[in-house]
């Protein structure tokens, strides 16, 4: 199962293109879907 990292890939170069907050926004939840990871919330 590696289609999430093409799907993330594709949003990666969206968001180089759009820099959008939504686009970041959406960037990290398909970062918490794909890798649920403990990340840190001092952002």
């Known amino acids: 199962m590696w ?3 093409l ?3 594709l949003v990666l170069l969206l968001t ?3 820099a959008t907050p939504w686009a ?11 890798f649920p990871v403990d990340l840190p919330h001092d952002v």
């Open 3 to 5: 289609w999430p990292l």
């Open 7 to 9: 799907l993330l890939l």
């Open 16 to 18: 180089e293109y759009l």
């Open 24 to 34: 970041f926004s959406f960037l990290a939840f398909l970062l918490g879907a794909c």
